[in-house]
T-cell receptor, first 108, second 122 residues
């Protein structure tokens, strides 16, 4: 099974900050990496698929990059509505899916 | 718009069974594989099971294999998860989600339902 390690597990940041979350996989997954945002009490929602493709309706301050085993989600200028938990997920080794442990972004 | 609505959650004693359902609307249900993903209280996301668009193939996480059964009724746009021999560590919010494929061989989950809470407790 592909293991996924997200870091950090949590972070505190201020509105306007640039935030970077990383996801490392135990084996290469090409670019088959997705990012989800989950707000408290809500279902996860897709942000980015295929490493860097922005889901329709997602603000351009979100971006993704990487390949192989190392991936990054960047929020260029953190907004109040971005405080949430973020998860990476691989779709290289299917049909089973694997999620990272999550990164909680909190207000400083 | 595309919608998934789960139902069937509740409080159940250890060792008992429960059946979850997910009603799909506003898309051609039979075209898409469907997944169940769960989230224990205060924890991360855990993939549970997937069923192919026709229903002919199912795959499970090791943690539920042999106890849970995923099924679908394409004539009624319904997805189900039959859960047996429930344990306390099955306590979680259960989400259904549609799988969408993208260029190459990748896929993502979207949309997700709002989730239904299953609590296994005596």
């Amino acid at each position: 099974d592909i293991q996924m390690t997200q870091s950090p597990s949590s972070l505190s940041a201020s509105v306007g900050d640039r935030v970077t979350i990383t996801c490392r996989t135990s084996q290469t997954i090409s670019r088959n990496l997705n990012w989800y945002q989950q707000k408290p009490g809500k279902a996860p929602a897709l942000l980015i698929y295929a490493t860097s493709s922005l889901q329709s309706g997602v603000p351009s301050r979100f971006s993704g990059s990487g390949s192989g085993t190392d991936f990054t989600l960047t929020i260029s200028s953190l907004q109040p509505e971005d405080f949430a938990t973020y998860y990476c997920q691989q779709s290289y080794s299917t049909p089973a899916l694997t999620f990272g442990g999550g990164t909680k972004v909190e207000i400083k | 718009q595309v919608q998934l609505v789960e139902s069937g959650g509740g409080v159940v004693q250890p060792g008992r069974s429960l059946r979850l359902s997910c009603a799909a609307s506003e898309f051609t249900f039979s075209n898409y594989p469907m997944h169940w993903v769960r989230q224990a209280p205060g924890k991360g996301l855990e993939w549970v099971a997937v069923i192919s668009n026709s229903g002919g193939n199912q795959y499970y996480a090791d943690s539920v294999k042999g106890r849970f059964t995923i099924s679908r009724d394409n004539s009624k746009n319904m997805l189900h998860l039959q859960m047996t021999s429930l344990r306390s560590d099955d306590t979680a919010v259960y989400y259904c989600a549609r799988e969408r494929n993208y260029f190459g061989s990748g896929s993502y989950l979207g949309p997700w339902g709002q989730g239904t809470l299953v609590t296994v407790s005596s």
